[in-house]
Structures are given as structure tokens and as C-alpha cells.
């Protein structure tokens, strides 16, 4: 049956699918009082009034707020095991690397994720999915990269697909290929290239691959040459510059990167050839956060007309949160963005890093994946802090949750 929503405060977002840079981040397309028209899983009308069937269902939004649901396009949120331990070490003052290099941070959730069966990891992501849904996210990024073998990567690979296969919104899986290091880096990485990268292929060939370019992690040398070989099929997708800034962006940008994820390190000419790049720029706000309250500029990389998404990085280590109305929060009082740009982020431009062109607005023909706000007033999205700000979620033309 059509639905059509009436009465909402729209935030259309009407544009196209092309990633907003620059002041095109601030345009969220507003129809102050409007209606959309859903039929068959997709948007089919929109504005101040559309013709509806008769007979179609319909919800009064009472001048609350309509937009497209959220994409988070950078989570970890496959993992098994918890972190607490290592979370009291970081309150006593021992830096993210420094227990990573000890043998803990990525390394113990390896551990754990080893010893999981795919069941379990299916079923641990499935109830993140579930609390995500309920904040409005209809599309999630989920990586592997804490398996470090073959073996435990095609297991993470295999655990989300399952996770997504009864959930009502869209999870794209991403290759994190390059997370970690066992042993020696060159032996490590060299094997990863050779090895892992083409058995992975073999079973996920459209999957993005993905890997962590930072001190005691993968180096410059090592993600290029992965990105050089993977690039041929795979998209490319690189976390640098969130400790350190070790030169992975010019490369990034020559290799025709996807994104580039992180940033908080990285330097003013770095994140001017980035701004002026095809390559998206994502910034993950709930890690300075929750680690060592550094932020990526990412006001100052829109002003340069830089092409921006926002994400929760939801992880066990970094980030454990799956809120993405928090990263908006976060985003506008440490990121230097507005409230519209934070939105433009988590929609459109985060569905862009992606690479799907069938969301991330209200336009006819697009996906009808759409939220229902309490608030009447779209800046109250980053004012509010904690609390669920989403009182509908409908994904794929359905109403899955309903406050
Ligand atoms: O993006 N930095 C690398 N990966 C994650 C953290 C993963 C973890 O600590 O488990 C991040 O912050």
C-alpha cells in the first residue's frame, strides 16, 4: 500500500546523488511544511503537496522533521570480546598505540574475534544493527580487520553478510585488509598482498578494501602497494593521519581512493590537495572523544571545498558508540561544522563513499529510506545531546520502528 507522510518539515536534500563539497554542504533543500509520497519500497513524489492514491496510508509528521535515513559509512561494528580493561589503562593515561603496541587495543579484540564463531559474531552485530536502526541509520559500512588471517576475515566477511541478511536496512561490507600487523610488517603485509587479498576476492569481488596507514600498524609503502594491486578490481578506502601524518594522502589521492577516513593529524597542505582531490575526506569525531580529544578540521576542509562525510567509527577500542546523531553533536562543537553540513555528511555524502546513488536524499525514483525526527527545528539534531532524537524509522518503504 502507498504511504504518504503529510505535515513534515522536509529536508529533501534535492540534488542528485554526487557528493556535496563546499558550500553545497549547507543546502539541505528544505520544504518548510511538504509531503512525501512512498510506493513499492521507493520515493515517488515529494513537495509542498503531492497527489496520493486513494486508499494510501497516512502519517501526519504534525511539523516534525522528514529526512533521508542516516548512512554510516565508517564502523567496526563486527567485533566479539569487550575492551574494558584496556579503557582503564586509557583513563590512567596510557596512549591508544601504546597499548596497541603492548600486545592489546586492535590485537585483544583479535583474540576474541579468533575464538568467535561466525554464529556468534552474526548474532553480536545483529543486536548493534538493531540499536542502530533505532537511531535512525538504515545503511551501515560494517569492516572485517580483526580476523588478521584468511581464514578469520572470510569468517568476519561471512558473519556480516549473514548479520544483514534479516535486517531491514542495507549493510555494505568493507575488506579491512590492512588493520593490523602479526610479526614481521614486510613478511606480514607481503602475505596479505599476495595471499589474502586474492582469496578474498574470489568470494567478495565488488567488496572495498580498506587498511590502517599509522606508526606500528601498515606503512606508506605497505597500503600502496596493497591499494596498487587491490585498486585494479576493488574500490579503495585508506584510515591515515589519525595519530600520525606519515604522507598517505598524496598517494591516496594519486590511487584514486574513495576516501580517505581519519584526519585528525593530518597537516594544511595535506588536507588542501585532499579538498581540491575526487577522494572524500571522512571524519570520525567519537574517537578524539572517547581517546584524546583531537578532532579532524573538518569545517576548515569544507571551506576548501573538500568533498565531506561524517561516521561513528563504531569499535570496541576507539569508538564505542553506534550513534550517529552524537557524531552530528560532536562533529558541530569539535569539527567546526554546521549543523546542515553534519547532515549533508551523514546522508547523501556518506551514501556517496559508498557508492550508492540510490539514497541519501528525498528525491523521486530513491530508495524510501526515511526518518521521522521529534524535533521541528533540524539544528536541535546537533544541540541535543544523548537521547534518541528519531520517533520513525522507514526503511525500503516499510515502517520498521515506530516511537
Ligand atoms: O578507526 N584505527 C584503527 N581502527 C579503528 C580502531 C579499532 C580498534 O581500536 O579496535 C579506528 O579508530
Partial sequence: M?????????????????????????????????????????????????????GAEAIDAGGRIVMPGFVDCHTHA?????????????????????????GGGI???????????????????????????REGTTTVEVKSGYGLTTEAELKMLRAIRRAASDWSGTVVPTALLGHAVEGDHDTYTRMVVKEMLAEISREFPDIAVDAFCETGAWSVDACVKLFEKAGKHHPIRVHADQFNSLGMIPEAIRLFARSVDHLEATTKPDL???AASPTMG?????????????????????DQGGALALATNCNPGSSPTHSVPFAIALAVRFCGLSPAEAIVAT???????????DRGTLEPGKRADLIILHHKDERALAYELGGNPVDAVICNGQLVTHT
Fill in 107 to 133: 590485537h585483544a579484540t583479535v583474540n576474541a574475534v579468533r575464538e568467535a564463531t561466525q554464529k556468534q559474531l552474526a548474532a553480536s552485530l545483529r543486536d548493534r544493527l538493531t540499536l542502530m536502526l
Fill in 282 to 302: 571522512v571524519i570520525l569525531p567519537c574517537t578524539g572523544f572517547h581517546t584524546d580529544q583531537r578532532y579532524a578540521r573538518g569545517g576548515y576542509f569544507v
Fill in 347 to 357: 546522508t547523501v555524502n556518506a551514501a556517496a563513499v559508498l557508492g550508492l546513488t
Fill in 272 to 274: 588542501l590537495a585532499l
Fill in 78 to 102: 563486527c567485533w566479539a570480546g569487550d575492551r574494558l580493561e584496556e579503557w582503564t589503562m586509557k583513563l590512567n593515561g596510557v596512549p591508544y598505540l601504546e597499548i596497541m603496541k603492548k
Fill in 2 to 54: 502507498p504511504l504518504l507522510i503529510r505535515n513534515a518539515r522536509l529536508l529533501t536534500l534535492a540534488g542528485g546523488a554526487a557528493p556535496r563539497r563546499g558550500k553545497a554542504l549547507g543546502d539541505l533543500g528544505i520544504i518548510p511544511t511538504g509531503e512525501v509520497l512512498v510506493t513499492d519500497g521507493k520515493i515517488s513524489a515529494v513537495g509542498p503537496k503531492v497527489e496520493a492514491p486513494a
